[in-house]
């Protein structure tokens, strides 16, 4: 809602066919990107258990960097008022 909404009006000013493609195409990429993640961590099974310990190794320190730069970014923000 917060990004394919405000495009979908705007493309509803244009036709309601261009409201269908932008649709399409935005939950065509969400299957189709989350098929190719399905298969590449399907495929994690077959790797060496030391790779896949390497592989929870980096993924578990991605998140926390990213949960680090949330907290960051949430202090710096302040209160709401």
């Known amino acids: 809602a917060l990004v394919?909404?405000?495009?979908a009006a705007a493309a509803w000013s244009e036709s309601?066919?261009?409201v269908a493609a932008?649709?399409?195409?935005?939950y065509g990429v969400?299957?189709?990107g989350?098929?190719?993640?399905?298969v590449l961590a399907?495929?994690?099974?077959?790797l060496e258990p030391r790779a896949q310990r390497g592989l929870i190794l980096a993924?578990?320190?991605?998140?926390a960097v990213l949960g680090v730069c949330?907290?960051?970014a949430s202090i710096r923000a302040g209160p709401r008022p």
């Not at 989350?34 to 399905?38: K, R, W």
């Not at 399907?42 to 077959?46: D, K, T, Y």
Request: glycine letters at 12%.
């Open 70 to 72: 949330q907290l960051i």
């Open 22 to 26: 932008l649709i399409g195409a935005f």
């Open 4 to 7: 394919l909404g405000p495009a």
């Open 42 to 46: 399907s495929g994690a099974r077959l």
């Open 59 to 63: 993924s578990a320190a991605v998140l």
């Open 16 to 18: 309601p066919a261009h």
């Open 30 to 32: 969400m299957v189709v």
């Open 34 to 38: 989350l098929a190719g993640f399905i």
